[in-house]
């Protein structure tokens, strides 16, 4: 009975044991169903959050439940969103859940509930969900607010690239709402009665203060929202950290793009280090300072945090901060000892520590490229001496350093510039002449090439010029060239000389360049060959000079239109026979002469040979004056001498001859027809021969038209057509017309010739004036028949009784200047008469009949009678007024007036007529109307005429003479 | 009126007198006081200016407001700018405005216009946009200062708060950021209504103050002649 009732405790105490654990298994088994679920908007971030607890579940018991959320939009039955969530729950703990909603939630009323089920391993299968819980509603819409339209979500922050779902709210029942983005209307989609949605797709960032879109319903409402696009946080780039004096790590990033907006301040940074646990948020966006421990600690684990509100992002590094040593610059950095090729270079370095070395880099630069490099170990300050330096350069000398226990970096480097001293040239100018005649005396004429800055060593001040005579060995000072003139003038006689030039600058003269000239320009013949081209220049070469001269020279000029030119010249050894001269001035179409010297030992230069050339030939600009010449009917010669083929751009091959033909006509022997650009035929003639400028058409038909043209050819192509010249070729008969007509010519223009030269003598013997009684041969019929002792008188015999002195102004033309009266009208002024003997004069009938000899007809001055107007002077000098009774007397009266006239009366002014007395007046002067003519004298004999200057004659007292004086006074008014 | 002949003599007297005591009168003494003329002629040339001035500054601000406040027909409601002091006004009423009460609402418009153009400068995101916006504060601070000079010279007490001290409030920062560019964008719009409003203001006044010299008239007493 014990036992059993033993056995029966502990079976019931088993039982009991088994009944405690079944409770509670089961208790799990059972479905546990979510209770108490709360759900809560949170409008900027678009989340549902949800919360419930289990109620069932013991006391501190944990179980691992898995439930099922659902979500309905609008209506229950409107399930968009189902998903299970697995946690451990305890009894009376609140469980959490959110879920973010694309469609901003204020649109639309959303539903959710939630079932569970136990998902522990340590219940037995099987299990059950649990029962849903209520539909715990979520409505934002109740919050909204009395306006009309709303619009969704509203200052929303995404990131480049996101989607957006924007929805608006109408409380108009009739509305009529369209919605911009920006300015520009985009499409909606209604969910709703009331509610829309639009949606932007991979938004991108356009300005910081957001993209505007907004919803209008015209005169109802309006409500807009920015969205605020940001930039993709970047991940932190080159992240490093280092420290130039291991008491600060300086940490640097490249951060990227900038992601600040009104909504979003600028990203943050913040370091993390893992070995200390320390952390500093980073002042900047680029670096931070981290101070370093004092507990020696050598490794460092960095962590750098970028972070904004949407984003965040880490990067790490992990080093030893001995081998992130980045030393300060260098300072002090100091010149000493400069000369002119050496200088000593000192700097000091910022310590770390009592053990540290540095590693310094020297570096020397010219003209900012690195001449020299050295590395130099230093501990705290460095030393470095550099040679090999050019006089009179500029140099700048950079030192950086770098830890040298482990290279990290250089620092920053610091430089220095300094300059060498000037030394004396070290070259000697490389110096030419050009020797010539100055007014007949020969003139050397220096010039020199600047020395290149390595020769110079220093600004060249002056160039020195001293001229040696061999023959008198005492030197005398040259001249003093101040720089930078190249070239001198030294005036020469018939000898050598020895010139030397020197170069000097501030330090000494450079070494001697010497050359020796003689007076004589040394212009001899030496036939000129053409030079070769190649790719590089003129390739000019020579046949090598007996005799080992010291050297050669090639001339030439650059520029060979500029009188005088700048000669050029190239210097070459004792063995070259070639080289090959370039140039930049060198231009096509120009003519280039070299000329090849030989230098020797004397310093002496010879000329040796000429060359000639063109870097590229051009054909010829202009066309030869083509002078067409012996004309005939079938052939004409064209010469053209003074082309000159020396000044073209070119060499002159030869010539063409282009002539034009006519259509269908055969070109004349030697000639091919040729077409040209313009569709006309030409004939064409070659002449290969430059220097014929002389070419005979022939062949040609008589009176008929060609028409030529010349042109030069070169290598490059020949002249302009230019015009043609035309040419008629002359009659066939011509010639001989030609032989007939200027005989003819010639002989009428020699007849008439000799008839004006014997002119008088034709006169005298086919039309004489006044038959000369002695030769009549009336004298003779007279003589034999009438009276045998009839001759003809003597003058010896004569008393001239009289002298008709006529006044007879011709009618001259001549008209004085401010004359009241023409002296025309003298011509009809009387004959003056001057009664020489006062018998005569008073008689008034005929006197006896004088005859004398004409004497005075042969006179000059009856021959050079001009009738030049003159007016009788009506007072006549008393002393002339006497008697002239002899011949004597007359004549030296005559003589003496005469004299005296030509004295007083200005030459060609006088008149002498010589009016013989068998004359009548009338036809001495036939335009002279005989106012009041003279008694007719009754005498057949001849009278003697004699030349009387009018001035002598005093006016008769009779009616005539007061006439004349009339005519003579008015005639003295014209020269008042 | 008849004149006697020896009332010439008389009448030679008085303008005599009259030009003898021309200098004292002090609407022709140009030593004495000017009067409001000349700071009212500078407060409208400064509306003037400040009107050039807001119409670089405001294409600028709304460029930087996005479309559509940049847009030229763009004209949303007012909504939050209530606050803004309206310049718009019906003409009768503007018309029978007496001179203190045209220069009170100036000045009042002004402090409250240049409280928000402050708030304005503070939000802006670029530098240049903040130095145009603080230039243009100084500016318009000279205008309101410029008022006020015609306000005393006018013999008017300045409206609450005094000048100089410091406006103590500014647009609120409930607003979304939408509204907030609508306000900003009536404040530039406001601001523009009312320098043109002023500038009419000022005009008025200054022909009112000012009337032109070939209207001066003398009385002379012809009496005693």
Redesign the interface.
Same mark, same amino acid.
């Given at each position: 009975m014990a036992l059993s009732t033993i056995f029966l405790t502990v079976f019931l105490l088993a039982l009991l044991s088994l009944r405690t654990y079944q409770s509670e298994v089961l208790s799990e088994t059972l479905p546990l169903t979510p209770e108490s679920l709360n759900v809560s908007i949170n409008s900027a971030h678009q989340r549902l959050h949800l919360q419930w607890t289990i109620h069932n579940l013991a006391y501190h018991q944990e179980l691992k439940m898995v439930f099922q959320i659902q979500i309905s939009r609008f209506k229950t039955s409107n399930v968009i969103w189902k998903e299970s969530y697995s946690t451990t729950v305890k009894q009376n703990q609140g469980l959490h859940w959110s879920w973010e909603s694309k469609l901003p939630l204020e649109c639309a009323t959303h539903f959710v509930r939630v079932r569970g089920k136990v998902d522990d391993a340590r219940i037995p299968e099987p299990k059950f969900w649990s029962n849903w819980s209520r539909w715990e509603e979520a409505d934002a819409q109740n919050s909204l607010g009395p306006d009309l339209l709303f619009l969704f979500p509203?200052?929303k922050l995404v990131e480049e690239g996101s989607d957006v779902t924007f929805c608006y709210v109408s409380r108009n029942h009739q509305h009529n709402i369209s919605c911009?983005l920006?300015?520009a209307q985009i499409h909606i989609d209604q969910l709703d009665p009331r509610v829309s949605t639009f949606k932007l797709k991979n938004v991108s960032f356009? *300005? *910081? =203060? /957001? =993209?505007?879109i %907004?919803c209008e319903d015209p005169g109802v409402?309006? $409500? /807009? =929202?920015?969205l %605020?696009v940001s930039k993709i946080l970047e991940e932190p780039k080159d992240f490093f950290c280092e420290t130039q004096d291991f008491k600060n790590l300086n940490c640097a990033w490249d951060p990227g793009s900038d992601t600040t907006l009104? $909504?979003q301040p600028s990203q943050s940074y913040t370091l993390f280090e893992s070995f200390s646990g320390k952390k500093m948020l980073c002042e900047h966006r680029n670096f931070c300072n981290w101070q370093v421990a004092q507990d020696s600690q050598e490794m460092y684990n960095f962590t750098l945090v970028a972070e904004n509100y949407l984003r965040k992002r880490r990067v790490s590094i992990l080093f030893n901060v001995t081998h992130r040593v980045h030393p300060m610059s260098p300072y002090n950095l100091f010149f000493e000892n400069i000369s002119a090729t050496n200088a000593t270079v000192t700097w000091k370095v910022h310590a770390i520590g009592n053990y540290s070395t540095f590693l310094c880099q020297l570096e020397l630069l010219g003209e900012g490229k690195v001449i020299q490099q050295q590395n130099v170990s230093v501990k705290v300050s460095g030393e470095y001496l550099l040679d090999d330096l050019e006089p009179d350069t500029r140099y700048t000398a950079r030192v950086r350093c770098a830890y040298a226990n482990h290279f990290w970096k250089w620092s920053e480097p610091i430089s220095q510039k300094f300059s060498t001293s000037e030394a004396a040239p070290s070259e000697a100018p490389d110096v030419w002449r050009n020797v010539r005649l100055v007014s007949g005396r020969p003139t050397v004429t220096l010039f020199w090439k600047p020395l290149s800055k390595s020769q110079a060593n220093g600004k060249i001040l002056f160039y020195k010029v001293i001229v040696e005579n061999p023959d008198k060995p005492s030197k005398f000072e040259g001249l003093s060239i101040p720089a930078p003139a190249n070239s001198t003038e030294l005036p020469l006689n018939g000898s050598s000389y020895q010139i030397h030039v020197t170069a000097h600058n501030s330090v000494g003269p450079s070494p001697a360049s010497v050359i020796t000239v003689s007076g004589d320009p040394g212009n001899r013949e030496v036939e000129e060959e053409r030079v070769n081209i190649t790719e590089d220049g003129f390739s000019v070469s020579w046949k090598p000079q007996a005799g080992a001269p010291a050297g050669y020279v090639v001339e030439w000029c650059d520029r060979p239109q500029d009188l005088p030119c700048d000669p050029q010249w190239k210097n070459l050894g004792p063995n070259a026979t070639s080289t090959v001269i370039d140039s930049g001035a060198f231009r096509p179409g120009v003519r280039y002469n070299f000329r090849i010297y030989g230098i020797s030992t004397e310093r002496m230069a010879h000329l040796l040979e000429r060359k000639t050339g063109y870097i590229e030939e051009l054909a010829p600009s202009d066309n030869p004056r083509v002078v067409t010449s012996h004309l005939t009917s079938h052939s004409f010669t064209l010469t053209w001498k003074d082309y000159s083929t020396e000044s073209q751009p070119g060499f002159i091959q030869g010539y063409y001859l282009y002539l034009k033909s006519k259509v269908g006509e055969q070109c004349l022997p030697g000639f091919e027809k040729t077409g040209l650009t313009d569709d006309s035929v030409y004939c064409k003639h070659r002449i290969d021969n430059p220097e014929q400028k002389t070419f005979v058409m022939e062949n040609l038909q008589p009176e008929s038209v060609y028409e030529f043209l010349i042109t030069p050819y070169t290598s490059a192509g020949e002249g302009p057509l230019g015009a043609f010249t035309k040419v008629t070729t002359s009659s066939e008969y011509s010639h001989a017309l030609v032989l007939i007509l200027l005989p003819m010519i010639f002989f009428i223009l020699l007849f008439t010739i000799v008839c004006y030269l014997k002119s008088q003598w034709l006169k005298e013997k086919c039309y004489p004036d006044i038959p000369d009684p002695c030769k009549s041969s009336v004298l003779s019929l007279i003589k034999s028949k009438e009276n045998p002792h009839l001759t003809i008188m003597n003058v010896n015999d004569c008393v001239p009784d009289a002298i008709e002195v006529i006044n007879k102004p011709e009618g001259s033309k001549i008209q004085f200047v401010g004359a009241s009266k023409s002296l025309t009208e003298a011509e009809f002024t009387k004959p003056t008469y001057l009664y020489l003997l006062p018998t005569v004069k008073n008689s008034p009938g005929p006197g006896p009949c004088i005859c004398f000899e004409n004497f005075t007809y042969n006179q000059a001055a009856s021959g050079s009678g001009s009738c030049d107007p003159f007016p009788i002077t009506p007072q006549v000098p008393p002393g002339q007024r006497g008697p002239l009774t002899s011949r004597g007397n007359l004549l030296k009266a005559l003589e003496k007036n005469y004299m005296n006239s030509l004295g007083e009366i200005p030459s060609g002014e006088a008149s002498l007529n010589y009016v013989s007395q068998l004359v009548s007046p009338m036809s001495g002067d036939k335009d002279n109307l005989p106012t009041n003519p003279p008694e007719p004298i009754l005498c057949s004999e001849y009278k003697m005429q004699m030349a009387l200057p009018l001035g002598l004659a005093s006016p008769p007292p009779s009616e005539n003479s007061r006439l004349s004086s009339t005519a003579l006074l008015d005639q003295g008014e014209h020269y008042r | 009126m008849d004149l006697r002949a020896g009332d010439s003599w008389g009448l030679l007297a008085c303008l005599c007198t009259v030009l003898w005591h021309l200098p004292a009168v002090p609407a022709l003494n140009r030593t004495g006081d000017p009067g409001p003329g000349p700071s009212i002629q500078k407060t409208y040339d400064l509306t003037r200016y400040l009107e050039h001035q807001l119409r670089s500054l405001a294409g600028t601000y709304l460029n930087y407001l996005g479309p559509p406040f940049n847009e030229p027909d763009f004209n949303p409601p007012r909504l939050g700018a209530e606050t803004l002091p309206r310049a718009t006004v019906n003409l009768d009423v503007w018309r029978s405005l007496n001179d203190k009460l045209r220069l009170t609402q100036n000045y009042e418009a002004y402090s409250h216009l240049l409280c928000y153009l402050r708030g304005l400068n503070r939000q802006a995101a670029t530098a240049e946009l903040r130095r145009s916006l603080a230039h243009f504060c100084t500016s318009l601070q000279g205008l309101l200062g410029s008022i006020a000079g015609v306000m005393a010279a006018l013999g008017y007490p300045l409206p609450h708060p005094l000048p100089g001290t410091e406006p103590t409030w500014a647009p609120g920062p409930a607003h979304s950021d939408f509204l907030q560019k609508m306000d900003d964008f009536w404040l530039l719009k406001e601001l523009q209504t009312w320098l043109w409003r002023s500038a009419k203001d000022f005009n008025r006044l200054k022909k009112k103050i000012q009337p032109p010299a070939a209207a001066v008239t003398l009385h002379l007493e012809a009496r005693g002649f």
């Amino acid at each position: 009975m014990a036992l059993s009732t033993i056995f029966l405790t502990v079976f019931l105490l088993a039982l009991l044991s088994l009944r405690t654990y079944q409770s509670e298994v089961l208790s799990e088994t059972l479905p546990l169903t979510p209770e108490s679920l709360n759900v809560s908007i949170n409008s900027a971030h678009q989340r549902l959050h949800l919360q419930w607890t289990i109620h069932n579940l013991a006391y501190h018991q944990e179980l691992k439940m898995v439930f099922q959320i659902q979500i309905s939009r609008f209506k229950t039955s409107n399930v968009i969103w189902k998903e299970s969530y697995s946690t451990t729950v305890k009894q009376n703990q609140g469980l959490h859940w959110s879920w973010e909603s694309k469609l901003p939630l204020e649109c639309a009323t959303h539903f959710v509930r939630v079932r569970g089920k136990v998902d522990d391993a340590r219940i037995p299968e099987p299990k059950f969900w649990s029962n849903w819980s209520r539909w715990e509603e979520a409505d934002a819409q109740n919050s909204l607010g009395p306006d009309l339209l709303f619009l969704f979500p509203e200052d929303k922050l995404v990131e480049e690239g996101s989607d957006v779902t924007f929805c608006y709210v109408s409380r108009n029942h009739q509305h009529n709402i369209s919605c911009y983005l920006e300015a520009a209307q985009i499409h909606i989609d209604q969910l709703d009665p009331r509610v829309s949605t639009f949606k932007l797709k991979n938004v991108s960032f356009i *300005r *910081r =203060t /957001g =993209t505007n879109i %907004f919803c209008e319903d015209p005169g109802v409402a309006m $409500k /807009g =929202t920015v969205l %605020f696009v940001s930039k993709i946080l970047e991940e932190p780039k080159d992240f490093f950290c280092e420290t130039q004096d291991f008491k600060n790590l300086n940490c640097a990033w490249d951060p990227g793009s900038d992601t600040t907006l009104p $909504k979003q301040p600028s990203q943050s940074y913040t370091l993390f280090e893992s070995f200390s646990g320390k952390k500093m948020l980073c002042e900047h966006r680029n670096f931070c300072n981290w101070q370093v421990a004092q507990d020696s600690q050598e490794m460092y684990n960095f962590t750098l945090v970028a972070e904004n509100y949407l984003r965040k992002r880490r990067v790490s590094i992990l080093f030893n901060v001995t081998h992130r040593v980045h030393p300060m610059s260098p300072y002090n950095l100091f010149f000493e000892n400069i000369s002119a090729t050496n200088a000593t270079v000192t700097w000091k370095v910022h310590a770390i520590g009592n053990y540290s070395t540095f590693l310094c880099q020297l570096e020397l630069l010219g003209e900012g490229k690195v001449i020299q490099q050295q590395n130099v170990s230093v501990k705290v300050s460095g030393e470095y001496l550099l040679d090999d330096l050019e006089p009179d350069t500029r140099y700048t000398a950079r030192v950086r350093c770098a830890y040298a226990n482990h290279f990290w970096k250089w620092s920053e480097p610091i430089s220095q510039k300094f300059s060498t001293s000037e030394a004396a040239p070290s070259e000697a100018p490389d110096v030419w002449r050009n020797v010539r005649l100055v007014s007949g005396r020969p003139t050397v004429t220096l010039f020199w090439k600047p020395l290149s800055k390595s020769q110079a060593n220093g600004k060249i001040l002056f160039y020195k010029v001293i001229v040696e005579n061999p023959d008198k060995p005492s030197k005398f000072e040259g001249l003093s060239i101040p720089a930078p003139a190249n070239s001198t003038e030294l005036p020469l006689n018939g000898s050598s000389y020895q010139i030397h030039v020197t170069a000097h600058n501030s330090v000494g003269p450079s070494p001697a360049s010497v050359i020796t000239v003689s007076g004589d320009p040394g212009n001899r013949e030496v036939e000129e060959e053409r030079v070769n081209i190649t790719e590089d220049g003129f390739s000019v070469s020579w046949k090598p000079q007996a005799g080992a001269p010291a050297g050669y020279v090639v001339e030439w000029c650059d520029r060979p239109q500029d009188l005088p030119c700048d000669p050029q010249w190239k210097n070459l050894g004792p063995n070259a026979t070639s080289t090959v001269i370039d140039s930049g001035a060198f231009r096509p179409g120009v003519r280039y002469n070299f000329r090849i010297y030989g230098i020797s030992t004397e310093r002496m230069a010879h000329l040796l040979e000429r060359k000639t050339g063109y870097i590229e030939e051009l054909a010829p600009s202009d066309n030869p004056r083509v002078v067409t010449s012996h004309l005939t009917s079938h052939s004409f010669t064209l010469t053209w001498k003074d082309y000159s083929t020396e000044s073209q751009p070119g060499f002159i091959q030869g010539y063409y001859l282009y002539l034009k033909s006519k259509v269908g006509e055969q070109c004349l022997p030697g000639f091919e027809k040729t077409g040209l650009t313009d569709d006309s035929v030409y004939c064409k003639h070659r002449i290969d021969n430059p220097e014929q400028k002389t070419f005979v058409m022939e062949n040609l038909q008589p009176e008929s038209v060609y028409e030529f043209l010349i042109t030069p050819y070169t290598s490059a192509g020949e002249g302009p057509l230019g015009a043609f010249t035309k040419v008629t070729t002359s009659s066939e008969y011509s010639h001989a017309l030609v032989l007939i007509l200027l005989p003819m010519i010639f002989f009428i223009l020699l007849f008439t010739i000799v008839c004006y030269l014997k002119s008088q003598w034709l006169k005298e013997k086919c039309y004489p004036d006044i038959p000369d009684p002695c030769k009549s041969s009336v004298l003779s019929l007279i003589k034999s028949k009438e009276n045998p002792h009839l001759t003809i008188m003597n003058v010896n015999d004569c008393v001239p009784d009289a002298i008709e002195v006529i006044n007879k102004p011709e009618g001259s033309k001549i008209q004085f200047v401010g004359a009241s009266k023409s002296l025309t009208e003298a011509e009809f002024t009387k004959p003056t008469y001057l009664y020489l003997l006062p018998t005569v004069k008073n008689s008034p009938g005929p006197g006896p009949c004088i005859c004398f000899e004409n004497f005075t007809y042969n006179q000059a001055a009856s021959g050079s009678g001009s009738c030049d107007p003159f007016p009788i002077t009506p007072q006549v000098p008393p002393g002339q007024r006497g008697p002239l009774t002899s011949r004597g007397n007359l004549l030296k009266a005559l003589e003496k007036n005469y004299m005296n006239s030509l004295g007083e009366i200005p030459s060609g002014e006088a008149s002498l007529n010589y009016v013989s007395q068998l004359v009548s007046p009338m036809s001495g002067d036939k335009d002279n109307l005989p106012t009041n003519p003279p008694e007719p004298i009754l005498c057949s004999e001849y009278k003697m005429q004699m030349a009387l200057p009018l001035g002598l004659a005093s006016p008769p007292p009779s009616e005539n003479s007061r006439l004349s004086s009339t005519a003579l006074l008015d005639q003295g008014e014209h020269y008042r | 009126m008849d004149l006697r002949a020896g009332d010439s003599w008389g009448l030679l007297a008085c303008l005599c007198t009259v030009l003898w005591h021309l200098p004292a009168v002090p609407a022709l003494n140009r030593t004495g006081d000017p009067g409001p003329g000349p700071s009212i002629q500078k407060t409208y040339d400064l509306t003037r200016y400040l009107e050039h001035q807001l119409r670089s500054l405001a294409g600028t601000y709304l460029n930087y407001l996005g479309p559509p406040f940049n847009e030229p027909d763009f004209n949303p409601p007012r909504l939050g700018a209530e606050t803004l002091p309206r310049a718009t006004v019906n003409l009768d009423v503007w018309r029978s405005l007496n001179d203190k009460l045209r220069l009170t609402q100036n000045y009042e418009a002004y402090s409250h216009l240049l409280c928000y153009l402050r708030g304005l400068n503070r939000q802006a995101a670029t530098a240049e946009l903040r130095r145009s916006l603080a230039h243009f504060c100084t500016s318009l601070q000279g205008l309101l200062g410029s008022i006020a000079g015609v306000m005393a010279a006018l013999g008017y007490p300045l409206p609450h708060p005094l000048p100089g001290t410091e406006p103590t409030w500014a647009p609120g920062p409930a607003h979304s950021d939408f509204l907030q560019k609508m306000d900003d964008f009536w404040l530039l719009k406001e601001l523009q209504t009312w320098l043109w409003r002023s500038a009419k203001d000022f005009n008025r006044l200054k022909k009112k103050i000012q009337p032109p010299a070939a209207a001066v008239t003398l009385h002379l007493e012809a009496r005693g002649f």
